[in-house]
């Protein structure tokens, strides 16, 4: 279904993001015939580019990031008819009356994508006002990362309050834009088999890990101001631990979700200075392309920052009291795999005796890649000897189960179409970013009164040993990451 014509400004549009995501997503939801050919994306940047400059360059990003295919290339250049660009001074007068010349025309959905460091997030929302290009139905976007800590979040949030309603700002995580972190909710909610037993109760435990096999490569500068808890937990993580453990929101829209949300985060306990383990990556020359260690990569031989996380925590309400939650993530892993994992505790009783073991149902929701969810249920081992027991997979890839017909839709093109039809469900209400937050800064600074170093790991591996012995300790285990 077409979206209602808009016009969408991406400042920061010669940026990273605008080029990996932005303009190779909107290509595709143009192909799709999503985005009307009377929609406008106008780039604004400081480089001086006039709309050609801007649109050879879009161009080139979409053939470079995967934005085009054989049967839709064709259609390039109609999109890129609908593609503007204007250099413009966020910190001064250059190039706004050119915006808001090309933006005039009105009855449409404007959008602003605030693609730029937060630094610049108050002078854009002010110039917007000062240039009469925002109405109280106008939205803006702003990406990751919202804040280092509470402070600053709640600074962040101060400064779009003052120009913006919170109905207008879409605060982008863009894995609640993946496909399967939807599904979760509809089988949560849509299925009568899985929520009575959604409970600590009948879960031993749940496990939530993203593993990525890249290094930090040219983000060093980034990353090693934030870490893997600040940069992955707080958002990510912290995004599927709510969806895996809310209550049912009374309806599917944005506010209710959002308050179930918020319940988890504030529920969560604080997590002990042993739950907590800490890595970094070492160099690996395994293969002819040398990968240098963590240190190596953000230069810097005393880092102290992590570019790995494991922790456990609980989430203390009725529903979940007792069960624990273990977290991890990491770079330089063995596999790129983003997984949640519910666990089932043991049948109270085995009728079959010892020597047919024990086992027990695990859920595994599965994000990326093969995005699917797998149930492991419990059967005889087929054959003449007699009752043994084993486990298969009900098995629910999405691309076999549903055939060629689903289509792949990438995360960031969903959630700005989210953006022009206004549906918040799938962004962070402010209240959440500081209840993450809250959540978060202790633990940091927990590990920086203990003047805590990260263990080593070797790069290809699952993280720091210590991370399998929290498991251990524990009498689990983690679910293989592949
Ligand atoms: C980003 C982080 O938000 O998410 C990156 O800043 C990380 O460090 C990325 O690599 C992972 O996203 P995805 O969609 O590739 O799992």
């Known amino acids: 279904i077409p979206v209602d014509p808009f016009d969408l400004v991406i400042f920061g549009g010669t940026g990273d993001l605008a080029r990996r995501k932005i303009l190779p997503g909107l290509f595709r939801r143009f192909c799709a015939g999503q985005m009307p050919p009377s ?4 780039g604004a940047a400081r480089t001086e580019l006039d709309h050609a400059g801007y649109r050879e360059m879009a161009s080139e990003a979409i053939k470079e990031f995967g934005g085009t295919t054989a049967a839709n290339s064709d259609k390039l250049n109609a999109f890129l008819d609908t593609v503007y660009y204007v250099a413009i001074d966020a910190l001064g007068d250059d190039g706004w009356e050119e915006l808001q010349e090309l933006c005039k025309e009105k009855n449409r959905v404007e959008a602003y994508y605030f693609s730029v460091t937060p630094a610049l997030f108050g002078d854009l ?14 939205r803006i976007v702003v990406e990751k990362p919202f804040g280092r800590n509470l402070a600053t979040a709640k600074n962040l949030n101060a400064t779009l309050a003052a120009h913006f309603d919170e109905h207008q700002i879409y605060r982008i995580d863009h894995y609640l834009g993946k496909e399967t972190v939807q599904n979760l909710m509809a089988v949560r909610f849509g299925n009568m088999l899985f929520e009575p037993l959604w409970n600590a109760q009948y879960v031993d435990h749940i496990q939530i890990t993203v593993a990525e096999t890249v290094g930090v490569g040219g983000r060093g500068e980034y990353y090693d101001k934030a870490g893997a808890m600040r940069d992955m937990v707080q958002n990510h993580l912290m995004q599927l631990l709510c969806l895996i453990a809310m209550e049912p929101p009374a309806r599917f829209d944005p506010d209710a979700v959002r308050d ?9 306990d604080p997590v002990l200075p042993h739950h907590l383990m800490r890595g970094q990556y070492e160099a690996d020359h395994s293969d002819e392309k040398a990968h240098p260690s963590y240190r190596e990569a953000v230069e810097d031989p005393r880092s102290k920052t992590e570019s790995f996380i494991a922790l456990k925590t609980h989430i203390s309400n009725w529903r979940w009291a007792g069960t624990p939650f273990y977290l991890r993530t990491g770079k330089r892993m063995s596999a790129r795999s983003s997984e949640i994992t519910v666990v089932f505790k043991e049948t109270p009783h085995s009728i079959f005796g010892e020597d047919a073991g024990r086992h027990r149902n695990v859920l595994s929701i599965r994000l990326q890649p093969n995005e699917g969810i797998t149930l492991g249920v419990t059967i005889k081992e087929p054959g003449p000897g007699g009752m043994r027991l084993i486990d298969v997979p009900l098995d629910m ?3 076999e189960a549903l055939g060629a017909d689903s289509e792949h839709v990438d995360a960031y093109e969903r959630l700005i179409m989210d953006v022009i039809r206004g549906n918040q469900t799938l962004f962070m209400r402010g209240d959440e970013v500081e209840a993450a937050w809250a959540w978060t800064d202790p633990i ?39």
């Open 260 to 268: 179930e949300k918020l319940k988890v985060i504030r529920a969560l």
């Open 125 to 138: 929302a002010e110039r917007l006002h000062y240039w009469g290009m925002a109405g109280p139905d106008s």
């Open 39 to 42: 929609a406008r994306i106008v």
């Open 397 to 399: 890839t999405f691309a």
């Open 444 to 482: 940091i600074h927990g590990w920086e009164e203990r003047g805590e170093v990260p263990k080593p790991y070797e790069s290809g591996t699952d993280g720091t040993t210590d991370s399998h012995e929290l498991m251990r300790r524990d009498g689990r285990k983690w679910r293989e990451v592949s």
